[in-house]
């Protein structure tokens, strides 16, 4: 089994900062990749970032592209989502993704409001 326990998010204006964490813990000895996916009212849940478990390489979004960045720290197993230049349209809820292979966890959300 794996854990994902995430923190961060809230209401920020337009133009901010916000930083997510998400905490993995459990079975996290292979996988492939972690990320964060979001989902706003009335909308499907969409990828906002990736990185591999091996070489760390990353996948963004066009939307977030050059605003966002993803990174992990690999001794606590937890990856962290920087959101710059905050905009309206990211309003969701974030979810941390964990890619085991043959099956997905999900952490248990985090909402994030930008107001314009």
């Known amino acids: 089994q794996v854990q994902l326990v995430q923190s961060g998010g809230g209401l920020v204006q337009a133009g901010g900062s916000l930083r997510l964490s998400c905490a993995a813990s459990?079975?996290?000895?292979?996988?492939?990749?972690m990320g964060w996916y979001r989902q706003a009212p009335g909308a499907q849940r969409e990828l906002v970032a990736t990185?591999?478990?091996?070489?760390?390489?990353?996948n963004y979004a066009d939307s977030v592209k050059g605003r966002f960045t993803i990174s992990r720290d690999i001794a606590k197993n937890t990856v962290y989502l920087q959101m710059n230049g905050l905009k309206p349209e990211d309003t969701a809820v974030y979810y941390c993704?964990?890619?085991?292979?043959?099956?997905?966890?999900w952490g248990q959300g985090t909402q994030v409001t930008v107001s314009s």
């Open positions: 990185i591999s478990r091996v070489g760390s390489r990353t």
């Open positions: 993704n964990l890619d085991n292979y043959s099956q997905a966890y």
């Open positions: 459990g079975n996290i000895f292979s996988f492939n990749a």
